[in-house]
């Protein structure tokens, strides 16, 4: 009898998720990949194509700076996505944002610690509007929030208008924020004197008076980074992350195994909020002015590069690394045409080809190779 309950053991299938995926598997499986694969393609076109400057030090400030602002949007983009809900009122967002830092500081002459917290204050309200609106009518996302792509870009028009006297530009932020120790937290070069010296020391390129080509780094780019590592840990690390992924992947199953559904879904419409805000300071304070067209059609390009970052339209699925280097590309094509011959026109063109692009490997592929949603 032990003979026989021996075999049956010996011939009893192996449980599939001890399994060792294959090298191949395991890449598919990574919601990065197609980000990491698009970077190379246009690393390596730009490489061939463009001037050489384009990859000294200045190129690449002048090109990680506006992927930064872009990757702001981007990693908050792709957390709500993974949640299963989008927004496309971030473009908006970051316009009116953008008003009511500026109104409170140069219409009010409040200090510039209280301009960033009525502004995030502003970001948080309009966070749990959507997010309320979005759960207790049952409304798509979609829906909700392209009407207020409209309602707060309306306001900003309104709003400008009645701050400056008329006209849709607001300007006199840099002045206004001049000799706050925020300052230089928001707006400017970090790491200049690290600069200087790399510079003396003919470490990096320098100007014949000696002055560094480079001053220092973007201080959007340090946020960009910081965002986008806090957003990985949270979604790797906590049980947050684990929530995230849960309501985005099968929201009834979720709150039948007590994930709070509602509080997270709120949490994540307000950090795309804060997300635009931020990006609102950052450029009001380095133009020193806001205007109507602040933040005009991001919302669409922070949504393009979560989905080359892996982000699944269905929820559920997606990296915020992957936002991060999706927006690295965009930043790369937007300012790497004007290093080549090439109509920088194409960059439209560019935007709608990775979107198809980054879809059908999202859906359709890794659904074949992987069996995953």
């Known amino acids: 009898m032990s003979i026989v309950a021996d075999d049956k053991i010996k011939k009893t299938p192996a449980d599939e998720r001890l399994k060792k995926a294959s090298v191949a598997t395991t890449l598919l499986r990574r919601p990065e990949l197609g980000a990491v694969?698009?970077?190379?393609?246009?690393?390596?076109?730009?490489?061939?194509?463009?001037?050489?400057?384009?990859?000294?030090?200045?190129?690449?400030?002048?090109?990680?700076?506006?992927?930064?602002q872009l990757g702001i949007l981007a990693v908050g983009a792709s957390l709500l996505m993974i949640g299963g809900e989008y927004d496309l009122s971030i473009g908006s967002m970051v316009a009116f944002a953008g008003l009511v830092f500026g109104a409170a500081l140069v219409v009010w002459q409040v200090p510039l610690s209280v301009a960033i917290l009525i502004a995030i204050l502003m970001a948080v309200v309009i966070g749990v509007v959507n997010s309320?609106?979005?759960?207790?009518?049952?409304?798509p996302s979609f829906i909700v929030t392209l009407a207020f792509l409209f309602i707060l870009r309306g306001l900003t028009l309104v709003g400008l208008k009645w701050a400056s006297g008329g006209a849709t530009q607001l300007r006199g932020m840099k002045e206004a924020a001049a000799g706050s120790p925020l300052t230089s937290i928001f707006s400017g070069d970090a790491f200049q004197g690290l600069f200087a010296w790399l510079a003396s020391n003919d470490l990096i390129a320098k100007f014949p008076n000696g002055t560094p080509q480079v001053s220092g780094i973007p201080v959007e780019i340090l946020w960009f980074i910081v965002?986008?590592?806090?957003?990985?840990?949270?979604?790797?690390?906590?049980?947050?992350?684990?929530?995230?992924?849960?309501?985005?992947?099968?929201e009834r199953a979720a709150r039948k195994s007590g994930v709070p559904v509602v509080r997270v879904?709120?949490?994540?419409?307000?950090?795309?909020?804060?997300?635009?805000?931020?990006?609102?300071?950052?450029?009001?304070?380095?133009?020193?002015?806001?205007?109507?067209?602040?933040?005009?059609q991001k919302e669409f390009e922070a949504i393009i590069a979560a989905v080359i970052g892996g982000c699944?339209?269905?929820?559920?699925?997606?990296?915020?690394?992957?936002?991060?280097?999706?927006?690295?590309?965009?930043?790369?094509?937007?300012?790497?045409?004007?290093?080549?011959?090439?109509?920088?026109?194409?960059?439209?063109?560019?935007?709608?080809?990775?979107?198809?692009?980054?879809?059908?490997?999202?859906?359709?592929?890794?659904?074949?190779?992987?069996?995953?949603?």
């Open 37 to 68: 694969a698009g970077l190379v393609l246009v690393t390596v076109f730009f490489l061939l194509t463009a001037n050489p400057s384009m990859f000294t030090l200045a190129g690449i400030m002048n090109f990680m700076a506006p992927a930064a």
């Open 227 to 250: 965002i986008a590592l806090l957003a990985t840990w949270v979604l790797l690390r906590t049980r947050f992350g684990n929530w995230i992924f849960a309501v985005g992947g099968d």
């Open 132 to 139: 309320q609106i979005v759960i207790k009518t049952g409304l």
């Open 312 to 373: 699944l339209l269905t929820g559920g699925y997606g990296s915020a690394i992957g936002a991060f280097l999706g927006s690295i590309v965009f930043g790369m094509v937007l300012i790497g045409l004007t290093y080549t011959s090439i109509d920088q026109d194409w960059y439209l063109v560019f935007l709608g080809g990775m979107l198809l692009v980054a879809v059908m490997f999202n859906n359709v592929i890794r659904k074949r190779v992987t069996g995953e949603r």
């Open 265 to 296: 879904k709120t949490v994540l419409f307000i950090i795309t909020a804060l997300c635009a805000t931020l990006v609102a300071v950052l450029t009001v304070l380095d133009a020193g002015s806001t205007d109507a067209r602040r933040g005009f």
